[in-house]
């Protein structure tokens, strides 16, 4: 009688399966559960979250409206600890903020890079909705280069769409990639739509990471548009000499703005700002710092079939 062999679960799993898996266990130990205890105007309230620790001297990526308004904070991990956490600091208009944890041998996990992200690709959302912890929900990049209207009233460009799951308290989570590495923190969902969810680039959630710890807050510049990253036509690149590929294409010029007296219209396609090379939302976004403010500055643009050079001053955010 012939022998039968039986598969392992292993065997049974396939390639996506363990891909998932793996980068589940890469990253999971390092999500923390956040609970936060609030005070506004005289009203206390609870709130929960999600977070990365991305440091091993305990500090922790989460959501700006996660910690809004916090009086005390507690963080748990997926081993059972929990601390007492403080707000270092927190970013409204990018929904990032940075708590830090104290505690010994802390699980971390190293930021990724969100530039090699393209649509169709697969992504792993971890977070603790409705206090379960590591929760992992499995999509993929819907589309690149969307601007969702932030709590603050200011519009956060080059969101991550994705089709993950998001559930009340996956805010603040890592967005991973099958490989376990983190390129978004998760941090909204369309109410009544479904299987629409975004995610802030990691690159930008770094950049203000490295302000926040500086300083505590981020000031910023800004010139009075809103855009997304745009592909230069080839024919444009040849005809004009362009050594880049790729700019920000100008869908709002808001009225009386720095760019609107300088002359920018919408479909313009930002090259250059202040000298540098811009390839994207997030290359503009880190040179409109706060030594531009109330400085001019050469802003380098395609309008139509032509390369022109404007004057703006940008003006305190």
Known sequence: MAIVEVPTDDELLDAYSRSVIGAVDLVGPAVVKLDVATARRGRRGMGSGSGLIFTPDGLVLTNAHVVEHAERIEVHLADGRYFEGRAIGEDPDTDIAVVRVGGHALPWRMLGDSRSLRPGQVVIAIGSPFGFQHTVTAGVVS???????????????????????????????????????????????????QGISFAIPINTARHIVSQLLR????????????????????????????????????????????????????RDVILSFAGTAVAGIDDLQRLLIDEAIGLPQQLVVIRGDEKRTLVVIPREA
């Open 143 to 193: 589309a690149l280069g969307r601007s969702l209207r932030g709590r603050s009233g200011r519009l956060i460009d080059n969101l991550v769409q994705t089709d993950a799951a998001l559930n009340p308290g996956n805010s603040g989570g890592p967005l991973v990639t099958s490989r376990g590495e983190v390129v978004g923190v998760n941090t909204a969902a369309i109410l009544g739509v």
């Open 215 to 266: 300083d505590g807050r981020v000031r910023r510049s800004v010139i009075g548009i809103a855009g997304q990253d745009v592909e230069v036509p080839r024919r444009l690149v040849r005809a004009l000499g362009l050594t880049q590929q790729r700019g920000v294409g100008v869908s709002q010029v808001i009225d009386d703005g720095a760019a609107q007296q300088a002359g920018a219209m919408v």
